[in-house]
């Protein structure tokens, strides 16, 4: 089981609040992403970290920032939310299986964002 | 570039109806091949996956087979159960690669 949380679950802010979604993993692994996703519908990578200090943007133009200070910990910061950025956050590491040595993605429950 | 694609949804079923969602890829190389499943509410499980021609995953009565030679990895379960509505992603990545690339996912209804 893969062992990677996120705080809050649900957050509901108004308009031009400063946030931090919080995403921590165990697994030891140097690799971590936030993806945007409405729900059910197509996944969005936003962010990325190949490991400690390393940041990229991804696929999907995002106003948010992360920072990655230490392996297990990729917050994600949106400095003045809008009601644009009601959405579904994602947080996911990937490390090589125990048994293979393929790199598998776990995901974290999501953090359901609703800015009004 | 490297895709994946699904069969569009919703799927609906019928409890005990046979289930097949299908997943091709697009890939320049050898990728390792994933079934993930999302419940509503939550983030992403991963439910099976195969690193290799002719390799079957299998979890949960759940079972797929990376086919090289028509690039496909379709789902497959015998025998739904309302427990199992959800939305179903399909996924490739390469050893030693870094992004994983994830198909725009189906939508499985299974009614009593």
């Known amino acids: 089981e893969a062992d990677i949380y996120q705080t809050p679950r649900y957050l509901v802010i108004g308009t031009g609040k400063k946030i931090t979604l919080e995403c921590s993993q165990t697994m030891g692994h140097d690799k971590m992403y936030w993806y945007q996703q409405d729900p059910g519908m197509e996944l969005h990578l936003i962010h990325y970290s190949y490991g400690v200090n390393s940041t990229e943007k991804g696929d999907l133009s995002s106003e948010s920032t992360v920072s990655r200070i230490r392996t297990e910990h990729f917050p994600l910061t949106l400095e003045s939310a809008r009601p644009s950025h009601t959405s579904q956050y994602l947080c996911a590491s990937s490390g090589p299986d125990r048994v293979i040595p393929t790199d598998t993605q776990y995901f974290g429950p999501g953090t359901r964002l609703t800015v009004l | 570039g490297d895709s994946v694609t699904q069969m569009e949804g919703p799927v609906t079923l019928s409890e005990e109806a046979f289930l097949t969602i299908n997943c091709t890829y697009t890939?320049?190389?050898?990728?390792?091949l994933f079934w993930y499943v999302q419940y509503p509410g939550e983030g992403l499980q991963l439910l099976l996956k195969a690193t290799k021609a002719d390799d079957k995953g299998s979890n949960k009565g759940f079972e797929a087979t990376y086919r090289k030679e028509t690039t496909s990895f379709h789902l497959e379960k015998g025998s739904v159960q309302v427990s199992d509505s959800a939305v179903y992603f399909c996924?490739?990545?390469?050893?030693?690669?870094?992004?994983?690339?994830f198909g725009a996912g189906t939508r499985l209804f299974v009614k009593a």
């Open positions: 890939a320049t190389g050898y990728p390792s």
């Open positions: 996924a490739l990545i390469f050893t030693g690669g870094f992004k994983t690339i």
